[in-house]
Structure formats: structure tokens, C-alpha cells
């Protein structure tokens, strides 16, 4: 996985084998309003990309061009080296969508044959109400499921014919904790199959978990990618929680102090250079409390790297973080 | 273990198998067959396109006006036409109209889109079913006709109907795909039933146009029920003034006319995707 992620790094090496979703150049404008901006990316075989960005930022869009929903008015996609729109493309792909109702009055059963019935090799019905986690509800009319077992039935929809690429557009909002745990377990599976997914998030946590590699959209434009672990060294690596006495302006002069915010009971500090900025506190802050270095969190990175990018685009309207 | 490592290989070969002619076939065949089933367990529209023809036919048909006659037809013969075409109008009308404003705002249509579908099959399926409900719409009117109207008609006269009105659905469901591709799932049954009730109406299927005031039955040549329901009664004999001809002219005209419309809306739909 770390060796596939390393050659995207690297755009102009040759990747071995076949590439499942290729995303070159591309920008896309819904009338006047700019969704994407110049985006390039690639997914290999076996590999699970997380999209990761704001609300707005772009990524429903990513999925819908990859899907061949949308057409991008510049830019390059394909699929298995195909249009998305075609058929070629589409019986290799399963996609997991954001939809607001689906036809109440079929069966959890029905839905799955149906959408079975779309691809050349199906998995066994069995196998998907299984990994779906359905059991027992197949013969449940969806209007008289809960909303997590509507999720888990839109899951089961995208995976039933055994798709090579897997869209997963936000695909744990509404599940509890145990359901997401289960859900990520299957996605992990598939992954070990050599399936490729694309899955975009709210849940920070879901992509550090799951992801081999990480693509952040601020505002339509990618402004990072990288494993997680590289994402979280892109930023400032270390936050130091403690009580002072000092202002935000005097810690924020201490060098390798990358931004402060106040917190409760203190102040939070991101730095990279952690061990140096303590010394500092301690020699300017007899008073100083409470000290606790930890590493960033993946949430705290990608805070960091859009509030980063939109401050340097202060003429852009500043952004909404959703977490 | 093995079973993982052939479908890895699977995944690497590149290009896998392509749907056979008898995975397509079937795909036609499900998709028509869930949607006769997903409208069939759903009340509000199974009761009322089934339902309200029937209830009237009886009320109107075999209650009130019993002997009585229309021209030189009786009265449970002539509204035997006439709501077998508002049954048929309704079942295409709601079942297009309702469904694809209903699947297309709510996210539905774009998962169908999304799979490997073919793109007909879904319209393809809604014809079908619009046609298989209009079918039992107007098999239970000729039972409760022939069984309490005393509808006497050679056999080849029923068949010259049936096969008329179910036609209808193809007219009526090309009017109801256009509403579907301009209405949104909330508004679409109240456009669908502000449309249904006056032109069904005015085109004289509640009651003959010849009872209806001189200047409704000079507006009723401009709604499409009544080119459709002067072809079901020249089945039985009640035809009005022209060849049939011209009411079939008229009828390709509108469907033509809305299949435009259609498709004005399903460009328009895929634009705010497609820019």
C-alpha cells in the first residue's frame, strides 16, 4: 500500500499494473460556482483513497464525475482506462450514495436481486445480505427499516456485483459506533480482495483508520495527499496543552510555534518542534501547569492544513470546518 | 483463501465479462416486474387507480342510469369506454408522473444511473407496468359490465376495446413522463391530479360530451382523453364525428408533443449534472 501511495507521489512514474480510476486535470462548474478546480488523482487495484474535506469542498462532486453523473467541463476521467459512462466501465464499479428515499414498498431482498441482476457476475445473495449485515431482514419492505439498516441495505446494493472500484459517499452517517466498527471491518475486507474503494468522510477518525492514502479538497482544490501518517507530519506535528500565564501574542513569538488556540483551562500550541517551544514556556513562564505533548491528531491536521490554505486565500470566504 | 486469490486475479486481468443477451433480457424482465410490484403494494396508488373507475362505473353505470341509453347504446356500455379511459389515463398519468418526479428528486434515479442499468429498462418498465394495471383496470370494468350492466358485445368488440384502451398508456404515460421531468416529488401528484380530474372532465369520460355545455365541447378537441376516449367509443359503435384517424393524428401528436417535453426536461435534469 505505502509503496503505491509513494509512486502517486510521484505523478510521472509508471505504476504497475492497471490503474482503476484515473482523475486528470480536472475542473468542474455547477453555472457560475466553481466545484472543482484542476484536480488529478489516481487509484490502483487494492487500494482505499479517502476523500477528505469540508461540506462543499467538492468531494459528492468527485463522485459523481467518477461515476459518469456529471461530465467535467475540463479534464480527463476514466475508469479501468474507460468512459465512466459506459457500460465497459460501469459493471466494474458499485457506488454508495447520499439519497434522500428508495422505493419503500420492495423487499431488502428484491432491491439486492434486482441490482444483482445489473452486473455479469454477481456475488451470491447470501454472501451480500451477509456482509451487509441483513440478516434476518430480507424480507423486511424498506420503508419499514431503521435508518442504519437503510444504509447497510445501500451498502449491500453497491457491493452485490462484486464491483473491481467502490464509491462510498459518506457512507456511516446515521450508524452507531458498533455499526460503523462492523462496517469498516467489511470495507478492510474488500480492500484485502484487491477491490479498490473511494471513500469520502465527515469522520476524520474513519479515514486515519481505513485509508491508505488520504486526498484533502479545500474549497474544490486539493491541497494535500499523502498516507495519514504523512498528512499529520505535513502539519505541525505535535500539540502541547497547557496553563500559562502568558498571552496568545507571547506564545505565539516563540519560534516553531506554528498557531495557538486558547482552550477551557489554557492554551493549545501547534508546533513541530515541541521539545524546543517547552523549554522556552519553562523559561518564561514560571507558572506554567498542566503540560501534556501529544501527537496531532488526523483532525487537527486537516484543521490545520485548510485554515493554512484559506488564510492564504483570504480573498476566498472563509470556510466552514464540518466535523 | 482460494476463492480470494482467483477473484484478486479476476481483478488484474483487465476487462472482465461483459453482460450476456440472456443478463440483459433478464434485467428488462426484473425491472418491469419490481415496478408492477413496488406500485401494487403501495395503497395510494393501487386503491386509487384501481378503485375510483370501478366506484364510478358502478355509481353511474349500473346504479343510476339503468336502462337508459346514449344514442343508440346503453348507458352501461357507453361508460364502459369511457372509464376504461379515465382508469387507463390515471394509471399511466400517476404511475409516470408521480414515480419519476418522486425517484428523480429524492436521489433515486441517480443511484439507477450510477449502476449498470441500461437507461431504457427503467422507462421501459414503467410502460409496462402502466399497461399491465390499465389491463386489470379495464378486465374488472368488462366483468362488472357484462356480469350487472347486461353488456352484450361479440367477442372480437371486447377485444377491439381492451386492446384500444391499453394502448392508452403510451399517450398518457409520455404526458405523465413530462410532468415527472418538470415537477418535484412533493408537487407532482397535485400537478398530476389538477391536470387528471378537469381534463377528464371536459373530454366527457365522467359524463357523455354531448351532455356537457356547447363551449366545454368546443375546448374538448384540444384535450388529449377525448381523442382517446372518441377512439374507445367508436369500438363500440358511440363513436362521434370524424374517422378515427383523425383522433389517432391527434394522439400521436400529443404524445409526440410531450415526449419532447420528456425529453426538454431530461436534458435539462442531466444539465444541472452534465454542464
Keep these: ?323 | 483463501m482460494s476463492s480470494s486469490v482467483q477473484v484478486q486475479v479476476g481483478a488484474w486481468s483487465g476487462g472482465r465479462a461483459m453482460r450476456t443477451t440472456n443478463q440483459t433480457l433478464r434485467i428488462y424482465f426484473n425491472e418491469a416486474k419490481y415496478e408492477f410490484l413496488k406500485l401494487l403494494r403501495l395503497p395510494i396508488y393501487a386503491i386509487s387507480t384501481i378503485a375510483f373507475p370501478l366506484m364510478f362505473y358502478v355509481l353511474f353505470g349500473l346504479v343510476l342510469n339503468q336502462r337508459q341509453t346514449v344514442g343508440s347504446i346503453s348507458v352501461a356500455t357507453y361508460l364502459l369506454a369511457s372509464y376504461g379511459a379515465f382508469g387507463v389515463i390515471g394509471a399511466s398519468l400517476f404511475g409516470f408522473g408521480v414515480g419519476v418526479a418522486t425517484e428523480r428528486g429524492q436521489g433515486w434515479l441517480q443511484v439507477k444511473r450510477a449502476s449498470p442499468m441500461p437507461p431504457f429498462a427503467y422507462f421501459l418498465a414503467k410502460l409496462i407496468m402502466s399497461s399491465l394495471f390499465s389491463l386489470i383496470v379495464v378486465l374488472l370494468l368488462f366483468t362488472l359490465g357484462a356480469a350487472f350492466g347486461h353488456v352484450r358485445m361479440p367477442l372480437a368488440t371486447w377485444a377491439a376495446l381492451a386492446g384500444t384502451l391499453v394502448m392508452g398508456a403510451l399517450p398518457f404515460g409520455a404526458m405523465g413522463l413530462a410532468i415527472g421531468y418538470f415537477a418535484g416529488p412533493n408537487s407532482a401528484p397535485a400537478v398530476c391530479n389538477v391536470l387528471y380530474l378537469p381534463m377528464a372532465f371536459a373530454s366527457g369520460l365522467w359524463v357523455p360530451i354531448e351532455f356537457l355545455p356547447k363551449f366545454m365541447q368546443s375546448i374538448a378537441p384540444f384535450l388529449p382523453p377525448y381523442h382517446f376516449v372518441q377512439l374507445a367509443l367508436a369500438q363500440v359503435g358511440a363513436g362521434h364525428s370524424g374517422g378515427q384517424w383523425v383522433h389517432i393524428a391527434a394522439l400521436n401528436g400529443f404524445t409526440l408533443l410531450f415526449l419532447v417535453l420528456a425529453a426538454v426536461g431530461y436534458r435539462r435534469d442531466e444539465g444541472k449534472m452534465y454542464g
Design chain 1, 1 to 323: 500500500m505505502n509503496i503505491q501511495s509513494d509512486i502517486e507521489y510521484n505523478p510521472q512514474d509508471q505504476a504497475p499494473g492497471e490503474v482503476a480510476a484515473e482523475f486528470c486535470g480536472v475542473s468542474k462548474c455547477y453555472g457560475q460556482v466553481p466545484a472543482l478546480n484542476n484536480v488529478s488523482f489516481r487509484m490502483y487495484p487494492g487500494e482505499l483513497v479517502s476523500l477528505l474535506g469540508a461540506n462543499g469542498a467538492g468531494k459528492t462532486t468527485a463522485v459523481k464525475l467518477l461515476l459518469g453523473l456529471a461530465a467535467p467541463n475540463q479534464g480527463r476521467i476514466q475508469i479501468f482506462g474507460e468512459n465512466p459512462r459506459s457500460t465497459q466501465a460501469k459493471i466494474r464499479v458499485g457506488a454508495m450514495l447520499q439519497v434522500a428515499k428508495v422505493p419503500e414498498t420492495l423487499k431488502v431482498r428484491e432491491h439486492i436481486q434486482l441490482f444483482s441482476c445489473y452486473y455479469p457476475n454477481p456475488l451470491p445473495q447470501r454472501a451480500v445480505i451477509e456482509a451487509a449485515g441483513l440478516q434476518g431482514l430480507e424480507d423486511r419492505q424498506f420503508g419499514e427499516l431503521s435508518g442504519g439498516q437503510r444504509q447497510r441495505v445501500l451498502f449491500a446494493l453497491a457491493i452485490c456485483g462484486d464491483p473491481d472500484l467502490l464509491f462510498l459517499d459518506e457512507p456511516t452517517v446515521g450508524l452507531d459506533v458498533d455499526s460503523r466498527r462492523t462496517f469498516w471491518q467489511q470495507i478492510r475486507a474488500l480492500v484485502q480482495r484487491g477491490r479498490s474503494v473511494l471513500l469520502t468522510t465527515h469522520y476524520l477518525e474513519e479515514a486515519d483508520a481505513l485509508a491508505d492514502r488520504i486526498l484533502v479538497l479545500n474549497r474544490g482544490t486539493m491541497i494535500a495527499q499523502g498516507t495519514p501518517a504523512e498528512i499529520k507530519a505535513k502539519t505541525a506535528g505535535k500539540t502541547i496543552r497547557c496553563t500559562t500565564g502568558l498571552s496568545i501574542e507571547e506564545v505565539q513569538a516563540i519560534a516553531g510555534v506554528s498557531s495557538v488556540r486558547p482552550q477551557k483551562d489554557g492554551l493549545e500550541i501547534l508546533t513541530s518542534r515541541a521539545e524546543m517551544v517547552v523549554r522556552e514556556l519553562l523559561a518564561r513562564d514560571a507558572s506554567l501547569a498542566n503540560v501534556e505533548v501529544v501527537s496531532t491528531g488526523l483532525e487537527e491536521a486537516f484543521l490545520e492544513i485548510t485554515r493554512r490554505d484559506s488564510a492564504n486565500n483570504p480573498h476566498e470566504s472563509k470556510m466552514e470546518v464540518a466535523l
